[in-house]
């Protein structure tokens, strides 16, 4: 008798086991939109103090159907999306352009990500910017 339910136990893990990896496995559409950056890094570089800090990352749909793009999301409240983010869909070949803007009111140096939710193959994709913002008045390293 126990080795019927060690054999059944056994044996309902092994299905159990088989399923949880089928439902795991996605398949990609190959017709799905897609996402290609002209830049993913945008580097501002070393900038003054209450700089500009509005940067645009520039995208096209690369993918054979429409781009929806759900949500945007800055890591941190120091990173903004002014103009949010497409709410239209993009279609194949089309462009489009996600303006962040960073507060350039905080010294140091600094490396965001932004996080992009979409209907692409690769549903969550993350850009980054990064630069080194400098005290007004500040001499640059090596100055005179």
Request: glycine share 10%; net charge positive; hydrophobic share 35%.
């Amino acid at each position: 008798m126990q080795k019927f339910f060690f054999s059944t136990a056994v044996f309902l893990s092994l299905i159990l086991s088989a399923k949880a990896q089928e439902s795991v496995t996605e398949s990609i559409n190959p017709n799905a939109p897609d996402m290609t950056f002209e830049n993913e890094t945008i580097d501002y570089g070393t900038i003054d103090q209450g700089a500009d800090g509005m940067r645009t990352f520039k995208f096209k749909n690369s993918g054979k159907s429409p781009l929806i793009i759900s949500e945007v999301k800055g890591q941190c409240g120091c990173t903004t999306l002014p103009d949010g983010w497409p709410k239209d869909p993009i279609m194949p070949g089309a462009s489009g352009t996600i303006k962040v803007k960073y507060d350039t009111q905080k010294t140091g140096s600094f490396d965001k990500k932004v996080t992009i939710t979409s209907n692409a193959k690769t549903a969550s994709k993350q850009v980054t910017i990064k630069g080194v913002i400098k005290a007004s008045g500040a001499q640059p390293a090596g100055g005179k």
